[in-house]
């Protein structure tokens, strides 16, 4: 490894916590699309003609299957809630903020995407709506501390 | 902070700009779910069962409430834009661009995401359709200059 | 270009690939909103009231025309999968991973996610199955080697 990458990134305890955060939070959301798949198949709901002739015994598409809309809104939750969580987030890195703090931080924010999914795919509230509150509270709060710092 | 950090990214007037800019456009993005939370409450439109029984005087899930809707294409639109924009200007920032013309590009292209937001919630034409093509057109810049300066 | 930014991304092969792709990709997420104007516009369907009033000889918004329907689904692929892919694939190169194969391993990536685009407007499958594979299976890989080496 370069010296300049390791003295950056590979001693920055701050920035390890949010790279294996990220790397865990995408892999969550890549979990979403088979999981659509799997219940696409599973319940002959295919949106377009191409799908319903290649994989359904159905004939014709369909829409508002109930298990694979609630997949859907989770999955979109996802691109509204960890994407921004994970682009406020290395900027926040580079505020070096208190690396105490900071790890927690980002921890609850990785962690409260994870619990929303369960919750979501289970219908469990209000714990899905504390894990939302908890993601919100954490990128409301990492934008927060970028604008001071930069502004 | 350290060294290196300072020299990379404090001293650098384009990428406090970036951050800035960044930091803004997330806590914008931020605003859009409570939002529709607020809608749905008031309108009695939840699209999860569970939502219904927490939180409804409805005995029914409900979709396509025109309000809620409404904010619910802003913040798709969001996601379109924002997070492409927000991709591409940390590359963009890193080509080295010529400092006076970069942070106004920056400027624009998160003024125009803001002002789109607030047109669309008001039903605003032509200024949503102009302030769409800014952020756009900023977005496709960013994407070009990059493209040319790393082939 | 000050010597640590020349340093730490534009002597870093790896960097580069991973900037020029990421700059394709925007560019690519970014075609499809005229896409989708223009098939409104030809089609006359408008999800806003204002929109119809200005722009089309029909007197009510519409949902549901299937050829702006499909780039609006190919579009939110794009969310789902383009937008973790830049994400991990900026952390993977933060990994400094073997350069002949990182390099394959990006370009493929954006390549499988051009393909899905041209391949889901047309309709073509088992193409678009295998190009969401490649697409998501760059992403998986990614995210893995991120985790491990940050853990």
Same mark, same amino acid.
């Given at each position: 490894m370069s010296k300049l990458f390791q003295e950056l990134f590979n001693d920055n305890?701050?920035?390890?916590?949010?790279?294996?955060?990220?790397?865990?939070?995408?892999?969550?959301?890549?979990? %979403?699309?088979?999981?659509?798949?799997?219940?696409?198949?599973?319940?002959?709901?295919?949106?377009?003609?191409?799908?319903?002739?290649?994989?359904?015994?159905?004939?014709?598409?369909?829409?508002?299957?109930?298990?694979?809309?609630?997949?859907?809104?989770?999955?979109?939750?996802?691109?509204?809630?960890?994407?921004?969580? %994970?682009?406020?987030?290395?900027?926040?890195?580079?505020?070096?903020?208190?690396?105490?703090?900071a790890v927690n931080v980002i921890r609850a924010g990785a962690a409260a995407r994870v619990i929303h999914t369960i919750a979501y795919l289970n219908g469990w509230q209000p714990l899905r709506f504390l894990s939302f509150l908890v993601g919100g509270g954490v990128t409301a709060y990492m934008s927060f501390k970028v604008i001071m710092f930069f502004k």
């Open positions: 305890e701050v920035f390890r916590v949010y790279a294996l955060c990220t790397g865990i939070t995408v892999g969550k959301i890549l979990i %979403m699309s088979p999981l659509t798949s799997i219940l696409r198949l599973k319940n002959g709901t295919f949106a377009n003609e191409e799908d319903v002739k290649k994989f359904s015994k159905a004939d014709k598409v369909k829409f508002g299957d109930e298990s694979v809309e609630r997949v859907r809104r989770a999955h979109r939750n996802d691109l509204e809630n960890c994407l921004p969580l %994970m682009t406020i987030g290395f900027l926040y890195v580079l505020t070096e903020p208190e690396p105490s703090l």
